[in-house]
Structure formats: structure tokens, C-alpha cells
């Protein structure tokens, strides 16, 4: 099986309606470019970039963010990434700020991710001057995580503005076109889609904070993971609603949560109209698999009666339903 896996590396990822698919690699660390660029990844949907910051205790400069950054870029060989910028939570902790502050009793509501960086710009500016610069080099993408209002996306654009006047005023190059884009891992995101949309230059869904924000289930709890399910239909409603708003604006769309990775819900996903997909770099051709396989015509018609019934019959057992033919 290892074998005939290996085998579609090469292959162009259409499926049998000659429909492309973009199967996209997520790195945690510079490393995982190898593996990505062997599994014949298109690109990269999600740059995890929290490992900057680990480990230590003082912050990562513009220096070397734009360092790593154009290694990245330079191992990629042309093919984009996406840079998400800081995504700091409870989950992942720096070092020097590695308990919660006091009165802090949910960190996952808390001041994390996008939230922070607004409020510190002192250690958002850096990374975002960094980033732009990265894309005079390369194909290169923004990505803003934990966005759960408009406000927010107008005040990152604001400031982008600005720094891009300061790049002017440095001589420094940078992407002026470089495209912004936001992360949908949160209900409020995914209900107001279409007006993020509209602000953006792209959407990728993010199903593991979706899932833990929309059900209510601490994705770090193991009393409750047996609840933690892609397929509850409020997570299935949301992508969907998302993937709807953003075609409807002409803007890409991804998914680079876990479920984007996992071939059960290939189907399912291509019949909601994803078309592009990031996952951990060793999934590419699992999922790969399944999509040479599909006809978006077929699955997207089936996709549509499953919805229909999604409030009277069990959702895993729809799935099972459109995996089997
Ligand atoms: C997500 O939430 O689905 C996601 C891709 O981001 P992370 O797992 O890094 O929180
Ligand atoms: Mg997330």
C-alpha cells in the first residue's frame, strides 16, 4: 500500500471530473519542508510559527523572523506558503509567560492568538514587517488566527497600511500585493464569513478550534475528547457556510484542521465545496487517494441530500453512506 502511495507523488491531483485539488502541507517546523516537498505537496496552507517564540526568553526580532522565513521559501522551491502569524494559547505556551496571569480562568477565551498581537504591537509589528518582506522572495501568504470579529481585520489591515509606508520610508522590499487571509476557527467567524470575506484575500478553515469553540470541549481535556466530533452537523453547518460565503465573494477557501487530513471526510468535504485542502504532510497521499477517485458532480449532489437529513439520521452513518459507493 506504502508502495502505490508513494507511486502518486507525481500524479496531478484532479479528480475523475477533471476538477483540480489543491492538497496543501502544514508545518510546525522548518524541518517539515522536506517532507512536504516529498509528498508532492502544492504548497503550504498553514506556516505554524509559535516555535519562534518557545523555548526562551526574549522575542524573536524582525531579523530573524525574515531568516526563517526565507529558508522556508528558499527549501520550497516556488511553491507558496502560508505564514501564520503568532497563534499563542493555552495550548502552546512560551516559556516566559507560561501560566495563566491571575484571574484568568479559561485561557482558551482568553487573550491568545490574533488578541494578543493587537494589543502588544510590539511584538506583532516585527513579524508582519518580516513577513512582508519574505514575499519580495517568495510566493508568500498572511494568515490571522483566532479572528472573531470584523474590527479585528480592519485593525490588522490599518496597521498593515502603516508598515507598508514605513517599508516605503526604510527602502526595504516587500509584497505589496501580498494576500491577507484569515483563519475561520471560531463560530463568530464562521457566521460572519461572508463579511470577513469581503475584507480578505482568502479563508481556511480551522476545525480543531472550530470544533472545541463550536461544541464546547476543551481540546486539551481528555474527559471529554470522545465528544470532540468533525461531523456533529453545527461543525458540518459551519464549513459549509463558510465554503459558501467564500465562493460566493470569489475568494480560496482551505481547511487546515485535522479533518482536512483524514480521508473519511474527503468525500464529504469535496461535496461541500472544498477545494483545497492542508494537512500534516504525511496525510497528502492518503487523501490524495481518495480524490482521484471522486466525481465532484456526484459527491456534491449526494453531499446536498446528506445535509437534508442531517437533523433525523446519524451524520457518521451518512458519511459511511457516500464513502461507500
Ligand atoms: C485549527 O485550529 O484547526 C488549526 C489548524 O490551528 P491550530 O491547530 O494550530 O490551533
Ligand atoms: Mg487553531
Known amino acids: 500500500r506504502q508502495l502505490r502511495l508513494r507511486g502518486l507523488v507525481g500524479r496531478a491531483c484532479v479528480t475523475r471530473d477533471r476538477v483540480a485539488i489543491d492538497l496543501l502541507a502544514n508545518l510546525e517546523l522548518p524541518e517539515d519542508v522536506e517532507l512536504a516537498t516529498a509528498n508532492g505537496a502544492g504548497g503550504v496552507g498553514l506556516y505554524r510559527t509559535e516555535f519562534l517564540y518557545m523555548n ?22 516556488g511553491i507558496p506558503v502560508t505564514i501564520r502569524t503568532l497563534d499563542l494559547g493555552v495550548e502552546k505556551r512560551i516559556d516566559t509567560a507560561s501560566e495563566p496571569a491571575p484571574g484568568v480562568s479559561n485561557p482558551a477565551l482568553g487573550l491568545r492568538a490574533i488578541r494578543l498581537c493587537l494589543k ?30 470584523v474590527h479585528e481585520v480592519d485593525t490588522v489591515l490599518a496597521l498593515i497600511r502603516q508598515i507598508k509606508a514605513q517599508l516605503d520610508r526604510d527602502g526595504l522590499q516587500y509584497d505589496p500585493n501580498l494576500p491577507i487571509g484569515a483563519m475561520i476557527e471560531v463560530p463568530a467567524a464562521a457566521l460572519c464569513a ?14 480543531n478550534d472550530l470544533i472545541q469553540y463550536t461544541l464546547a470541549i476543551d481540546r486539551l481535556d481528555d474527559g471529554v475528547n470522545y465528544l470532540f466530533d468533525p461531523t456533529h452537523p453545527a461543525i458540518l453547518r459551519l464549513v459549509r457556510m463558510t465554503i459558501e460565503a467564500a465562493r460566493d465573494l470569489k475568494r480560496p477557501v482551505s481547511m487546515c484542521g485535522e479533518m482536512a487530513g483524514d480521508p473519511r471526510f474527503t468525500r464529504l468535504l469535496l461535496g461541500i465545496g472544498l477545494r483545497e485542502f492542508s494537512m500534516q504532510p504525511g496525510a497528502i497521499l492518503d487523501v490524495k487517494e481518495v480524490v482521484l477517485q471522486a466525481d465532484t458532480r456526484d459527491l456534491e449532489r449526494r453531499t446536498a441530500a446528506l445535509f437534508a437529513r442531517l437533523d433525523d439520521t446519524d ?11
Open 315 to 325: 451524520p457518521g452513518a451518512l458519511i459511511d453512506e457516500l464513502n461507500a459507493a
Open 56 to 77: 526562551r526568553r526574549d522575542l524573536p526580532d524582525e531579523e530573524e523572523h525574515l531568516a526563517n522565513y526565507a529558508e522556508i521559501v528558499a527549501g520550497l522551491g
Open 120 to 149: 502588544e504591537p510590539d511584538l506583532f509589528r516585527p513579524q508582519l514587517r518580516a513577513i512582508l518582506r519574505a514575499g519580495a522572495i517568495g510566493p508568500v501568504r498572511l494568515m490571522l488566527p483566532l479572528v472573531s470579529s
Open 194 to 207: 461572508r463579511a470577513l470575506a469581503r475584507r480578505l484575500d482568502f479563508l481556511s478553515i480551522g476545525t
